[in-house]
């Protein structure tokens, strides 16, 4: 909470982003040193952006996290192990962030995208078409790493053998990197963010979002990454993850609907306000703090490829929850709009906008 004095310092700065110090001085009766003080604090706590007055700009929603390119290998016939298998292969733009922050650009959201690639054409190639959909100002181009790939085996079904990531570049990011840009977050409405950021990152993120009382989604990537995330989940208002990444965070091995439910009683026990856990092709449970609890069940839809259907599948959910839905029907929002990512073979479906979605809830729902 800012105090009167840092509340006239930055109206004043709003009326002239280029007011001296000395001139803040004469208007409020302060001294430089302590002008010089209270602007300090108020980039300290993301109300003022670098060394310059900037303000961030207020978005509705701010993904962070993984910005990779997508590669696809897909068999023509039955996969075969330990043979050569005859394929196609494909690239496209990924990144669990960075594929929520498109699908929500897509769906007429003011969204913004914190990520971090490498000084390579694959990283500038990812930037360049992010930034239709979304701001990418909150963005960092490293030039000592590669900006992260990520490789897909699928089979003639379009379902996926296995998946091999090279993610080394999030390991430069650090809490400087988040403190720095920390405006960007105090200035949303709702955060995102994935689980490929360092474990520190990541604590340092979910007790600030508490702290300046910002609702926070996470978005597991894999279940080995899901165990990055802090024991107190304190401050989380939602999280949607699969099975695998829901056995990894609750330690229960889920062998049945009821032990979806125990899961996600584990994660509430965490701090948790709003669970989601995927089922794949029988959909989804969701279980809250409030007592809302249920099971959504999907319509039968022709999958042409299953890659990036989690991802629009939260950013359906957090697009309902930006518009006032309640739990359940922002749980078919999202299963909506991982059907329309589904029956693509784009990672994020570029058909995707809110007439497409809202034909689809109304065709299944």
């Known amino acids: 909470m800012m105090n009167p004095k840092e509340s006239l310092i930055l109206q004043l700065i709003k009326e002239n982003p280029f007011i001296s110090q000395n001139e803040i001085s004469d208007k409020t009766g302060l001294s430089r040193s ?24 207020k978005k509705q929603i701010l993904c962070i996290g993984g910005s990779n390119v997508d590669r696809k290998i897909q068999t023509l016939h039955s996969l075969q192990m330990g043979t050569s298998n005859p394929a196609e292969s494909s690239q496209s733009f990924g990144g669990v ?13 003011d ?22 959909y979304a701001d990418i100002g909150p963005s960092q181009i490293f030039s000592e790493a590669a900006t992260g790939t990520y490789t897909a085996v699928l089979d003639n079904k379009g379902e996926m053998a296995i998946a ?9 990011v650090d809490i400087h990197f988040i403190e720095k840009k920390w ?16 474990a520190d990152v990541l604590k340092r993120v979910i007790e600030r979002c508490q702290l300046e009382n910002i609702p926070l989604c996470i978005t597991p990537v894999s279940a080995p990454k899901v165990k990055k995330l802090p024991k107190n989940l304190t401050g989380v208002t ?9 056995e990894a965070l609750s330690e229960i091995e889920i062998k049945d609907e009821g032990d979806f439910f125990k899961a996600a009683e584990k994660m509430l026990e965490k701090g948790v306000e709003k669970v989601v856990i ?26 042409e490829d299953v890659t990036g259907a989690g991802d629009s599948l939260v950013a359906g959910i957090m697009y309902a929850h930006m518009n006032g839905l309640d739990t ?38």
Request: hydrophobic share 40%; with cysteine.
């Open 238 to 246: 939602w999280l949607i993850a699969n099975r695998e990444e829901a």
């Open 97 to 109: 962030a960075r594929n929520i922050a498109e699908n929500l650009g897509r769906l007429g959201c």
């Open 278 to 303: 995927t089922r794949g092709d029988k959909g989804l449970i969701f279980f809250t703090k409030n007592g809302e609890a249920g099971v959504i069940l999907p319509p039968k839809v022709q999958v």
């Open 34 to 57: 302590a002008v010089a003080g209270y602007i300090s604090s108020l980039t300290k706590e993301g109300k003022l952006l670098g060394r310059a007055y900037v303000l961030p700009n």
């Open 164 to 172: 091999l990531a090279d993610m080394s570049i999030y390991d430069l």
């Open 183 to 198: 405006g960007y977050l105090a200035s949303s409405e709702l955060v995102v963010i994935d689980t490929n950021f360092p």
């Open 328 to 365: 359940e029907n922002a749980c078919k929002i999202g299963i909506a709009c991982s059907i329309i990512t589904l029956q693509s073979h784009e990672t994020v479906n570029p058909n995707l906008n809110q007439v497409c979605l809202q034909d689809t809830f109304n065709q299944y729902f």
């Open 111 to 132: 969204v913004a995208l914190m990520t971090v690639v490498g000084e390579d054409q694959e990283g500038h190639w990812l930037l360049d078409h992010t930034k239709s």
